[in-house]
């Protein structure tokens, strides 16, 4: 059965950080891992999407990383800044459109 | 181009009674899939519909069905409701498979 596990599980860094978010998975037979953010009391807001033959993406100051083999994600958010405040969940597609989410890990950037 | 779109946004209901809730995904998009919410289990898949044909299903009770119109718009219905089943539904739609999953902003389901 896939797992998938975010550390940590929640972070608060002063505006302007670089700062990286892990996730890591059990079963490396997945098609894709996608980045998610999600703001309080609202849905699921697609960042990035890895094929499961990339190693990384990137978008603006976002950029995530896939070690399939290790099963390891990482997302790295350049210069953090307050409106990046949310919940990242991390999830794995292990086919048919199903995902298996991580729990999330909370960031809070202070101005 | 619309989102994914999901109504009701918020429901009250009491324990014993059923609900439906309903999603229109994305327009070209045929793959929907459900998902429960809840602080405590996080993010859980229910099910997913492509070409109105019901391919993968979570580990939940038969208490929790859908099902997927021409349209492809999608219902997912609850019966015999229990305090456990508050949570916040979530609905996704892509456009190919595998491809990038698109959400709704959720019905919020609220058991008394």
Redesign the interface.
């Given at each position: 059965k896939q797992e998938v596990t975010q550390i940590p599980a929640a972070l608060s860094v002063p505006e302007g950080e670089n700062l990286v978010l892990n996730c890591s998975f059990t079963d490396s037979a997945i098609y894709n891992l996608q980045w998610f953010r999600q703001d309080p009391g609202k849905g699921l807001t697609s960042l990035l999407l890895i094929q499961s033959s990339q190693r990384e993406q990137t978008s603006g100051r976002l950029n995530a990383s896939l070690d399939k083999s290790s099963g390891r994600s990482t997302l790295y958010i350049a210069a953090s800044q307050p409106g990046d405040s949310a919940t990242y969940l991390c999830a794995v597609n292990v086919g048919y459109s199903t995902l298996t989410f991580g729990k999330g890990t909370m960031l809070l950037v202070s101005p | 181009k619309a989102g994914?779109t999901q109504t009701p946004r918020y429901l009250i209901k009491t324990r014993g009674q059923q609900v439906t809730l309903s999603c229109s995904p994305i327009s070209g998009h045929r793959?929907v899939?459900w998902?429960q919410q809840t602080p405590g289990q996080?993010?859980?898949?229910l099910f997913?519909y492509?070409s109105e044909t019901q391919?993968?299903k979570?580990n939940f009770p038969g208490r929790f069905s859908g099902r997927q119109f021409s349209n492809s718009r999608s219902e997912m219905n609850v019966s015999t409701l229990e305090l456990g089943d508050s949570a916040?539904y979530?609905c996704?739609s892509?456009l190919v498979?595998?491809?990038?999953?698109?959400?709704?902003?959720?019905t919020?389901l609220t058991v008394l």
């Open positions: - | 994914v793959s899939s998902y996080g993010l859980q898949f997913e492509f391919r993968n979570g916040l979530l996704a892509s498979q595998p491809d990038t999953q698109y959400f709704g902003p959720g919020r």
